[in-house]
Structures are given as C-alpha cells and as structure tokens.
C-alpha cells in the first residue's frame, strides 16, 4: 500500500464525520482509506487524453421541475420520522451557535 | 507617526429568491405556516428521497447574473457541502462550488469620487437551512423545515470595496436589480436578503491582502455600517499592538455593538464538497439563454430614461420614483388610469415619502392601490374636495387603502362651493372678529389670511379657499 494514513488524519476524518471509533475499527479504516487512495492513484495515472471529462455517470442533463407546489401539509406523517418531536417541530439536543 | 490602514471589504449576500415552491421539491415556500407544514420526504432529508431541480431557479440565478453583467455559465452542476447542524437535514447543502451558474460579473455603484465598479466573482444556486427555535421551558432545540430548501443565490463579490458607504451603495444597487428583476423582494429584515461582510485591513498603499474574517448576522444596512466600523477598529489595534488577526468566522450583536467569534478551532470548517450524485446537470443552450435574456424586464437605467420621454417628468422626480420597484409600479399604474404623471409623482414624493418616513415603512410595504390614488386624484382635480382634505383623504388611502369617493361621501368631505352658505359663515367670521377686519380695512394684507383661516374652521375644511377669498374680499369691500 502506497498511502498511509496516519493516526491524526483518521482521528480527524473521525471527528468530521461524528464517528466514535474503537481502535481496532480505526485501523480498518486506515486500511481501506490506504487502499481506496491507491486506486485513485493507478486511475491518475492512466492516460485520458482525449478522453471528455464526465460529471454524471448517466448521460442525461436538464433534469426539471416546473414551479408548481405539489405537495399539501403532511406534518404528521413527516414528525412520525423524528425521534422526538414538540409543538409541530422537531426536538433536537439544546443547539446554539 | 502611525500607521495608516486600509479597509479592504467583500460581500458574500445570499438572496431567497421569488418562486412559488422549493428549489428540489413541490413545497411552498410562503411565509408564516405553522411549523414544518411546508415539508416533504425531499427537504427533510429522509433516506431514499431524491431531489429535482425547479427550473425557475435557473432562469432566475441566470437573469441576476445577465443584469450584473456575469458571464453565465451554460454548463454548470451542483456539489454536496457536508456538515452537521441540526438545522441541515441531510448533514449536507446541496450548493455550486466547482461550476457556479455565474462568473465574472460587475456593478456599477455612484461614490462621492464617481462611478466605481465592483467585481462579482461569481453566483450560484443553493438551498437554505431550516431554523432553530430555543424551547423556553425544556433544554432542548425544536427544528422547523419550512425554510428548508427554499432557494437562493448567492452573490460572491470581489473584495473591491474600501469603506461602509460603497458597500451600502452596492446593496442598495443589488437590491435594486433583483427586485426590479422579480427575482427576490430582498428584505434584510425578513432574512431574503443576507450580507456576510469579508474584512480585512492592509497598511495604505500596500496591494497585499491582509488575513480577513467573515462577520455574519447583519440584518440591516446600519447595523453593517456599524459592524464594518468595529471590526476595522478590532483588527487595526490587534495589528498596533504587534498580535494577528486570526481568520474566522465572527458574529455580529448589534445590541452590544461587537462582535465575537462564532467557531472554536476544535470545529474545524473541512466541507469536503463532492459533486452531487443525485441531480444531474444543467445545460443552458443558446435558445434558453436567449429567451431569459429576451424576457428580461426594463432595469432602472432604462425607465429613466422612458419615464422622461414618456411622461415628461422631472429627472428628480423620475430618480426618486425608479429607486423602488414598487413605488415604479404605483407610478405607472396609477398614471395608466389617470392620465397626469405629474400629479400622481407629486402625491408619490410628497405625501407618501412623509408617511412612508412617520410610519419607518420601506417601499416595498405600500398596499395602497393604484386605483384609489386615481379616483383621489380625480375628486381633486374636479374640486370635489380641496387639497387639504384631499391630503386627509390620502392618509386614509395610504394606510387602509381606502376607497376614496365612499370615503368622501360618508365623511361629508365634499367643498361646500354653495354660495349662500358660505356667505352666512363669513359674515359670522366677520362679525366675530371686527379687529382683524379693521386690520385688513387698514391695509394689513395678513389679516385677510387669518379670516380666510377662520372661515375655513368654521367650515371644517370643507370650503373652496379661493371662493372663500373672493367673498370675503367682496364682503369687506
């Protein structure tokens, strides 16, 4: 494996993506970020001259809605997916910036 | 001697822009609903929902970027911005980093040393966040989606401007544009329209750029006069005493009238931005380009010119009318019915400025209607009512948007121009008050303009004062 990812970068992509990891998990990742990073590697070094560059596996563009407000007042069945809610909204651990 | 320093200043405004419904789902975006009744599996970010561009968007980022001179980007995609708040439901934005709509734009703003221009560095299309409400009574956050996903744009200026004053004129020229366009009714106060302030300040002369932080949370244009003035004092005397200014994100209390840092250094601002696999991508053909450009509707610099032409107003008259859309609007509709843009620019400058100004109402907030202004106009114009009801009348209409003919009619308002009627007052006037008649007899000009006052007392206004005068005079002749 050609890159090695050290313990304060999988510490600090841990804390990015809100991950607790046991140490034993963090040397997984470190293994299959390592790995992933490589094959990114061999693909930079394939030639792509003349190749276009793509932004979207499927060759389809313009995707539209028109502005038209489809959707009615379904509160209820939205909140049914929050784990707490109250007075309508969402209840989330005390926030402030 | 001291060093000189020079603010160096750039604007990052995100404007709501004006559709109907969100910018990847069929919700409304209408203010004011009840909590989380504008929502959908789409804009709070339930697994396995998918986002769908409203084409409406495009073609208002594109008609901002085409009146701010951008070059418009015919290929352009969005990216994913990750992070965590609990306002963000998907734990990402969905923005436009690597390909924006809009590049390498400008305004034109007025200084006091002449016209400057103010770069765009770019413009692009994003989704706004919910909004966090803190529970009174429970140590908790409740969250409220309406807002989720409600479009905007946001504007990226180059850092081009160097005091308060430019950067208020190239607001007020922005604001302007976008309203004109119907793209945003960009009110600060109301969130649609919000500046961050990019600072940084630089020893005079030099052309380096000296560390900046970013100040959020200014919702009016005197409280970012204010925050550009603290924060240019804040770093200039952490430079004079040999310190750095640490780049970051600052939050602006404009009650405290200070500032502080938003972010501590733990939370590192990483977004690992990736294109968005979920949409696809946006091209814009020459036909569509054309047609937006095409429907572009007349900016201010070019019904300047048409109001002159076309109604023969004065260039006053014709500037301060064109510095609001709406009050545009009422102008045009409202001379459309009466014929006499003259009077309808007097009632506009005059009266509604004053009200406007009594009750701290921008133009935007005006409900009157054109057609009630008209038959105003035309109840004067007849003599139906003198110009001091008239301006009672207008009060009326300005605030309750009054019928005014109903009004004139139920309030008893009309000029009594009876003759017999008004004689019988002023000879009562007359008799009432024999010093002033010996006044006037004895050549004191002044003392007819107190008895005209008194008669139209008397009549509670509701005289012709030029009739008024001519009886008078006849009487004491």
Known sequence: MANIISDEMIEYVGILAKLELSDEEKEQAKQDMGNMLDYIDMLNGLDTEGVEPMSHVFPVHNVFREDVVENADERDKILANAPAAKEGAFKVPKTVE | MSIQYETVIGLEVHVELATKTKIFCGCSTAFGGAPNTHTCPVCTGMPGSLPVLNRQVVEYAAAVGLATNCTINQHCKFDRKNYFYPDNPQNYQISQLYEPICRNGYIEIDTASGTKKIGIHEIHMEEDAGKLIHDEWEDCSLVD???????????????????????????????????????????????????????????????????????????????????????????????????????????????????????????????????????????????????????????????????????????????????????????????????????????????????????????????????????????????????????????????????????????????????????????????????????????????LGFLVGQTMKAMKGKADPQAVNQILKGELA
């Open chain 2, 145 to 447: 989606f309406n807002r989720s996903g409600v479009p905007l744009i946001e504007i990226v200026s180059e850092p081009d401007m160097r005091n308060a004053e430019e950067v208020i004129a190239y607001l007020d020229k922005l604001r302007l544009i976008i309203q004109y366009l119907g793209a945003s009714d960009c009110k600060l106060q109301e969130g649609s329209m919000r500046a961050d302030v990019n600072l940084s300040v630089r020893p005079a002369g030099s052309d380096v750029l000296g560390t900046r932080t970013e100040m959020k949370n200014l919702n009016s244009f005197k409280a970012i006069a204010r925050a550009i003035e603290g924060e240019r004092e804040r770093q200039i005397e952490l430079l004079s005493m040999g310190r750095t200014v640490t780049q970051e994100t600052r939050r602006w209390d404009d009650n405290k009238e200070a500032s502080y840092a938003m972010r501590s250094k733990e939370d590192a601002q990483d977004y690992r931005y990736f294109p968005e696999p979920d949409l696809v991508p946006v091209v814009i053909s020459d036909e569509w380009l054309a047609s937006i450009k095409a429907r572009q509707p007349e900016l201010r610099t070019q019904k300047l010119i048409r109001y002159k032409k076309e109604f023969d107003i004065p260039d006053y008259d014709a500037n301060i009318i064109t510095s609001a859309k709406r009050m545009a609007d009422i102008f045009e509709a409202t001379t459309a019915i009466c014929g006499k843009p003259k009077k309808v620019s007097n009632w506009l400058m005059v009266e509604t400025m004053r009200l406007m100004k009594e009750h701290e109402m921008e133009a935007d907030e005006l409900t009157f209607s054109p057609e009630n202004l008209a038959k105003l106009i035309q109840l004067t114009d007849e003599g139906t009512i003198n110009s001091s009801v008239a301006k009672e009348v207008f009060t009326k209409i300005f605030l309750e948007n009054t019928d005014p003919e109903q009004y004139v009619e139920e309030q008893g308002l009309k000029t009594v121009s009876d003759e017999g009627a008004l004689k019988e007052v002023i000879r009562k006037v007359i008799t009432d008050h024999p010093q002033s008649v010996a006044d006037y007899r004895s050549g004191k000009e002044k003392a």
